[in-house]
């Protein structure tokens, strides 16, 4: 027994030493790794300088992370995309920076290079800057632009998708019909996202007319209600006899009745406070005319008219 509790202890401790060993061995890479990263980020290669700059984010230190951001951003022109200017935009907004950050893209983009209009305009609609990503998508797409990558989908499309998205179908269903070419076949990414968007508008379009004609059915005995009500005020002083005794009798059934009716309807809507407080005053008041047309009633059961 004593010889295998010793093996044991050595094969724990043994464990232990090469656990430690494995950690400080990972943050010696993890250090190597950072400082190779940062050089090769200022060779030009971008993906580098974006994980320099997602660890200075989570490090806690926005200034470093947008200044490697906008070296990036700056001096790598990948062909075909400024993927190092996303993330650099996005900081820039939560940081209120955005269009400081944002104006030499811009002065790049009025020179003349539609490349770059083109893909600024869809950087600020990763970040859900719409009116920013149209004012530059806008033009491109009435001009025919098409992006240097042939498998992009082009500006129409990706500005019509953003439309979508923040619910302007209208001016979403203008471009994808603008985008897609009749001879191009009807499985062009724009025909197809066309015909989803009708359907899609098409449901909503049924969806919001059932829930106006349940609004409707609703709304007109509400309306019945208070109509009720406004009819007995005036049997009150013009009804006599007749009168006081509908009122004491006959009106709270009918108010309560269309009361009922209202709060229970079937496939109701949700009220608003202010119906709720329309229903509380008509009951109120035809259960408080009935106690004084009652109360008439017996002080005076001959009399013409309310004393």
Avoid at 118 to 139: S, V
Avoid at 182 to 191: H, I, K, L
Wanted: contains cysteine; glycine residues 8%.
């Amino acid at each position: 027994m004593p010889r295998h509790s010793g093996r044991l202890c050595f094969l724990l401790l043994w464990f232990a030493v090469q656990c430690f060993c494995a950690t400080v061995g990972y943050a010696v890479e993890e250090q190597l790794d950072t400082d190779q990263a940062r050089r090769e980020c200022f060779q030009g290669k971008t993906i580098y300088c974006l994980a320099l700059g997602m660890a200075e984010e989570k490090a806690g230190h926005p200034e470093r992370a947008l200044e490697v951001y906008r070296s990036a951003c700056k001096n790598h022109r990948t062909p075909g995309h400024l993927r190092a200017c996303t993330p650099l935009l996005n900081l820039a907004r939560q940081m209120d920076r955005l269009e400081a950050e944002a104006a030499p893209l811009e002065a790049r983009c009025q020179e003349g290079h539609t490349d770059t209009c083109f893909y600024l305009g869809k950087e600020y609609l990763k970040i859900a800057e719409i009116k920013q990503a149209a004012r530059h998508l806008t033009p491109l797409c009435r001009n025919g632009f098409r992006p240097p990558d042939p498998e992009d989908y082009g500006s129409c499309y990706h500005l019509a998708k953003g439309f979508e998205q923040t619910g302007q179908w209208h001016r979403a269903r203008e471009l994808y019909q603008l985008d897609c070419d009749s001879t191009a076949g009807p499985q062009q990414p724009a025909c197809l996202a066309l015909r989803e968007l009708a359907e899609l508008e098409t449901a909503h379009s049924h969806m919001r007319q059932q829930g106006i004609r349940n609004l409707n059915s609703v709304e007109a005995v509400l309306l019945f209600v208070v109509l009720m009500s406004c009819l007995h005020i005036g049997v009150w002083f013009k009804g006599g006899t007749w009168g006081l005794k509908y009122l004491s009798r006959w009106a709270p059934l009918v108010i309560w009745s269309g009361a009922m009716a209202w709060i229970y309807w079937p496939g109701k809507p949700e009220y608003p406070a202010n119906q709720w407080a329309v229903i509380f005053f008509v009951l109120l008041l035809a259960m408080g005319m009935a106690v004084f047309a009652h109360r008439n009633l017996q002080a005076s059961p001959t009399s013409g008219a309310p004393g």
